[in-house]
């Protein structure tokens, strides 16, 4: 067991936990927010690709699920709030159109795949299974925003805006969830 260098480092486990759990919860987000886009878009065009992107959600989060429970982690508190606000954001942006949900997606991807690299780069060879799970969730990530933009995000109404806010939210429920 290593212990932190200087006071408020995290230990090599309290980090571990940190990435399964900020990564469960993410997942779970991510699940919601496209059940939220499908519980209006269900019966479009736009269905299969949202119906696909979640499936890819629900493997990521079931590995992650998995990982909780094999390492003994504790889920974040927060759970019941991005049940929520996963559907309500899933939801609202498809409220305001296709672009729109199109545009939810490319905004937490890229701050997902920001974060899937740091998370990365910080395992080093420590734990390659770990590592090699986020680098392959991170490429899927990354194909749901390039599938996003061929669908028209760019297109959304106040897309600078949509994009910049979802990606603030997204960045304080990540910080969020490492910690509670």
Same mark, same amino acid.
């Given at each position: 067991?290593?212990?932190?260098? +200087?006071?408020?480092?995290?230990?090599?486990?309290? /980090?571990?936990? %940190?990435?399964?759990? *900020?990564?469960? &919860?993410g997942e779970?987000?991510? /699940?919601r @927010?496209?059940e939220?886009q499908l519980a *209006?878009?269900?019966?479009?065009a736009?269905?299969?690709? +949202? %119906?696909?992107?979640?499936?890819?959600?629900e493997?990521h989060?079931? /590995?992650?699920?998995?990982? @909780?429970?094999?390492?003994? *982690?504790?889920?974040?508190?927060?759970?019941? *709030?991005?049940?929520?606000?996963?559907f309500?954001?899933?939801?609202a942006?498809?409220?305001?159109?296709r672009?729109? &949900?199109?545009?939810?997606?490319? &905004? =937490?991807?890229? =701050? @997902?795949?920001?974060?899937y &690299?740091?998370?990365? #780069?910080?395992?080093?060879?420590?734990?390659?299974?770990?590592?090699?799970? @986020?680098?392959?969730?991170?490429?899927?990530?990354?194909?749901? %925003?390039? =599938?996003?933009?061929?669908?028209?995000?760019?297109?959304?109404?106040?897309?600078?805006?949509?994009?910049g806010?979802?990606? #603030?939210?997204?960045r304080?429920?990540?910080?969020?969830? /490492?910690?509670?």
């Amino acid at each position: 067991m290593s212990t932190p260098s +200087l006071p408020g480092d995290l230990s090599a486990e309290e /980090k571990l936990a %940190r990435i399964i759990r *900020v990564n469960q &919860a993410g997942e779970y987000g991510a /699940k919601r @927010i496209y059940e939220g886009q499908l519980a *209006v878009l269900g019966k479009t065009a736009d269905a299969p690709v +949202l %119906r696909e992107m979640l499936a890819q959600e629900e493997q990521h989060l079931k /590995k992650f699920n998995d990982l @909780i429970a094999a390492r003994g *982690v504790r889920p974040t508190a927060l759970e019941p *709030v991005w049940h929520a606000a996963g559907f309500a954001l899933g939801a609202a942006t498809a409220l305001l159109g296709r672009e729109a &949900a199109m545009a939810c997606t490319v &905004a =937490v991807e890229d =701050v @997902i795949g920001e974060h899937y &690299a740091e998370q990365a #780069a910080s395992l080093g060879a420590e734990e390659p299974e770990l590592k090699s799970t @986020i680098e392959s969730f991170r490429r899927d990530e990354l194909h749901h %925003r390039e =599938v996003s933009l061929q669908h028209g995000a760019e297109q959304a109404p106040a897309y600078p805006v949509l994009t910049g806010a979802i990606k #603030a939210g997204t960045r304080l429920a990540i910080w969020l969830s /490492k910690r509670i």
